[in-house]
């Protein structure tokens, strides 16, 4: 039991600081649904996509390699010197490369050619997160929590602040966004470099630079799979043809505002993401410090069957009530959550919400690989799924536009989670509660389809979603506790 609660503990800093974090930075949402079009949105939904996919090749790994070897304290100097000399050089070297390419790249990201400037803050702000990406991995390897989470939160702060002051006061466009962005991620890395100074005290070290590189070099195709599942979706929607548009949104929307539009709404699967990456953080430290001890399997399948509970609670509580949630009054903007403009792609906040729940299920199957130094499997696996993203993408989108990519978003992250727990269980049986589990999702599925199709429209529509929310808890709850059963009988 004291190894989950040292997870849950530590789930618990790391996922204050991102919902804090997270939830700071969504306040920016409805601001930039109020200030610009959707067209507008857009392109910063376009350029932010492309900042996912280049973040691969920017730090290629690295963060997850000091992860693996930075464990050996004895030679944890060495490994963040090298790594952050390796960071630096190549990094350098990418950016410029980019710059070189780009009158090719930008109009991929619907930049003008008067506007280079977006895609060099851009590249300066990809260049500044990779040099702080093996000092943040430093900060949650010693389980300096927080640190690492007041750290985090600060970035989002001063990225808030110099958003409200570029835009309100001196009136400036979407340059604004990359800007502020850029001056928060310079700061952070300073603050970085303070914390994690001493580290720098190691020397380069040709063994650790060729391990680093055989255990990171995998996450390159797995890191472009994984941003392709995660952000082709904009580009396919920005790419959709004048007709298809017209024949399910009107003549008067653009390739652009559908973009925006999906970008938005997008945004309500928000709340998801933070309960996936809040035990992500957490999750990868916990399963190395603890694979080689005595009934971790059972431990394992516990932390499993007690996520999907907070998934299924998350799910429940975002897709009952989307429609609410968009509505809510932001004081002094006189506007709403997300402006009502783009309320026509709500639909689609299910199946994401669903697929970041399945993308859940792909992180807890991760330790089996993590522990048995298999990651060369990743990159088949990730492969894979862009395979499905792009093919249902192409398929779909033209067929049903924005829930055409919603969809594809969701296939992907189910078959790639079913993939990976295929490899896992080789190199580490853990018994995964997977019925339940089934369960618990087939449970929070049916009761927001009974809310849409079969309960509300024979009363009150709020009221409604509220008792079908309180009965789904008292039905998921104890298949979710009953891990707890297994933890007191096992002795942990």
């Known amino acids: 039991m004291g190894r989950i609660r040292e997870l849950f503990s530590d789930t618990l800093v790391y996922g204050i ?90 109009p991929l990201l619907s930049i003008g050619p008067t506007a280079q400037y977006l895609f060099l803050m851009m590249l300066g702000i990809l260049w500044l ?145 933070l309960t996936v990456q809040m035990f992500r953080m957490a999750w990868q430290p916990f399963f190395m410090r603890h694979a080689r001890e005595a009934k971790v399997e059972k431990t394992f399948a516990d932390v499993f069957l007690l996520f999907n509970l907070a998934a299924a609670i998350i ?7 989307a429609v609410q949630i968009v509505q809510i009054r932001i004081p002094l903007l006189d506007g709403t959550l997300i402006d009502s403009r783009y309320w026509m792609g709500l639909s689609i906040v299910p199946y994401l919400l669903l697929a970041y729940w399945f993308q859940g299920w792909y992180v807890n199957f991760t330790a089996g690989i993590f522990i048995a130094e298999q990651t060369r499997k990743l990159p088949l696996i990730t492969l894979l799924g862009a395979m499905i993203t ?10 049903w536009g924005m829930q055409g990519a919603a969809t594809a978003t969701l296939v992907c992250y189910a078959a790639m989670s079913l993939m990976i727990l295929y490899y896992s269980r080789r190199y580490l049986p853990v018994p995964y509660q997977l019925g339940k589990a089934g369960l618990m999702m087939i449970i929070a599925v049916a009761a927001l389809l009974s809310a849409d199709f079969i309960i509300i429209p024979f009363i009150n529509d709020l009221a409604g979603r509220i008792v079908i929310f309180i009965i789904s808890l008292f039905i998921l709850i104890p298949l979710g506790l009953s891990s707890t059963k297994l933890v007191n009988k096992s002795g942990l």
């Open 17 to 106: 600081s991102s919902v804090v974090a997270r939830f700071i930075n969504y306040l920016l949402v409805p601001f930039y649904t109020k200030f610009f079009d959707p067209a507008e949105y857009g392109v910063i939904g376009l350029i932010y996509g492309a900042v996912i996919f280049l973040n691969v090749l920017f730090q290629f790994g690295m963060e997850s390699a000091y992860l693996r070897y930075g464990a050996d304290r004895l030679i944890s100097k060495d490994v963040f010197k090298t790594l952050q000399l390796l960071l630096l050089g190549a990094a350098s070297a990418l950016a410029l490369l980019l710059w070189l390419l780009s009158p090719v790249l930008m």
């Open 129 to 273: 997160d990779a040099l702080s990406a093996v000092p943040f991995a430093e900060l949650r390897l010693v389980r300096k929590s927080w640190t690492f989470a007041l750290t985090r939160l600060g970035s989002v702060i001063i990225n808030v602040g110099l958003n409200l002051y570029f835009i309100i006061i001196l009136g400036w466009g979407i340059e604004a966004i990359l800007f502020a962005n850029l001056i928060a991620s310079g700061v952070t890395l300073i603050l970085l470099f303070y914390f994690t100074f001493e580290q720098l005290a190691g020397s380069w070290n040709l063994a650790v630079l060729k391990k680093s590189l055989y255990f990171g070099i995998p996450y390159i195709p797995a890191g472009v799979g994984y941003a392709i599942n995660e952000v082709l979706d904009r580009f396919f929607l920005n790419q959709m043809d004048q007709t298809d548009i017209s024949r399910l949104y009107g003549s008067d929307f653009t390739s652009e505002e559908i973009t925006g539009i999906y970008n938005a709404c997008y945004k309500l699967a928000v709340f998801m993401l």
């Open 315 to 321: 799910f429940l509580a975002v897709g009952l009530f």
């Open 390 to 399: 792009v093919g249902l993408n192409t398929l779909l989108i033209p067929l």
